[in-house]
């Protein structure tokens, strides 16, 4: 069971990235997706969650309306697509996978398998 994360970059403010994250090992469909962001000397901060059932994508407030997130069962692919950056924005962008269903998408915790994760720099 593999995640792996790419599309990070460097890229002025108030521009855009479309992060991927690529399954194998197991079947898309079957498991909840988060994507989580990590700053130097900050604690793992939840970005987005994306169900199995394909519901609508949650976010944390501080992305609310510059991300959107979206899924491609056929690919096995999770995709996050990072609209007017901020500096804030910086991290390294993990995706995690749940089989079991997430209630408190937010904690990292419930994540059993996570991708290495892809650098965002956002910067002038």
């Not at 992060?19 to 000397?41: E, H, M, N, T």
């Not at 056929?74 to 996050?80: G, P, Q, S, W």
């Amino acid at each position: 069971v593999q995640l792996q994360a790419s599309g990070g970059g460097l890229v002025q403010p108030g521009g855009s990235l479309r992060l991927s994250c690529a399954v194998s090992g197991f079947s898309l469909a079957d498991y909840d997706i988060a994507w989580f962001r990590q700053a130097p000397g900050k604690k793992r901060e939840g970005v987005s969650y994306i169900s199995s059932s394909g519901g609508r994508p949650l976010f944390a407030d501080s992305v609310a309306g510059r991300f959107t997130a979206s899924r491609d069962n056929a690919k096995n692919t999770v995709y996050l697509q990072l609209n007017s950056l901020e500096p804030e924005d910086s991290g390294i962008y993990y995706c995690a996978s749940s089989r079991a269903r997430v209630v408190l998408w937010y904690l990292p915790r419930h994540y059993a398998t996570w991708g290495q994760g892809t650098l965002v720099t956002v910067s002038s």
